[in-house]
């Protein structure tokens, strides 16, 4: 801590053995000794509060942590997704118009029939490359390179 060589020590105590002198020398390395301790136990108990600090801040801090993780199970524990699959389920057969009953169409089912639109392979297609639209094409008319996608019924293959 100080950085104290042997050498130092030597010149200390020759200094205070001529200072004090031999007769009261033991008695006052004594007092010092005692000092040193007082001022050791003081430095650890110093030490040890400010660790019990760190160690308190650290429990308030999981603490908070567990409480956040407590309360986030909480709000899984209603979970049941079989429950609410089957409660869909219900709500959209209920829902369903009967067959002479003209069909509502909501603004989410309109907006699902065109995202579905927009997914479709052949939407995305000119009509002249489109399956049904080959059909239409004479055979001699239409290029090499387009397979013919309509299905052949009878030809024996």
Do not use: C
């Not at 060589?5 to 000794?33: F, H, N, Q, T, Y």
């Not at 209603?78 to 002479?100: M, R, V, Y």
């Amino acid at each position: 801590m100080f950085d104290i060589g042997w050498s130092e020590l030597l010149v200390i105590g020759v200094v205070a053995l001529i200072a004090i002198g031999p007769k009261e020398l033991p008695g006052v390395l004594r007092m010092v000794g005692q000092y040193m301790g007082k001022v050791r136990r003081m430095a650890s108990e110093f030490q040890g509060q400010f660790q019990e600090a760190m160690r308190e801040a650290e429990m308030a801090d999981i603490k908070k942590h567990v409480d956040d993780i407590t309360d986030t199970a909480k709000t899984y524990t209603n979970f049941d997704p079989l429950g609410d699959i089957s409660k869909q389920f219900e709500t959209a057969i209920e829902d369903k118009p009967t067959p002479g009953e003209p069909a509502v169409i909501t603004p989410s089912e309109t907006a699902v029939s065109q995202d579905s639109a927009m997914h479709d392979n052949t939407a995305a297609l000119p009509a002249s490359v489109t399956p049904a639209a080959q059909g239409d094409v004479p055979a001699k008319d239409k290029p090499s390179n387009v397979a013919d996608a309509t299905p052949q019924v009878g030809s024996g293959a």
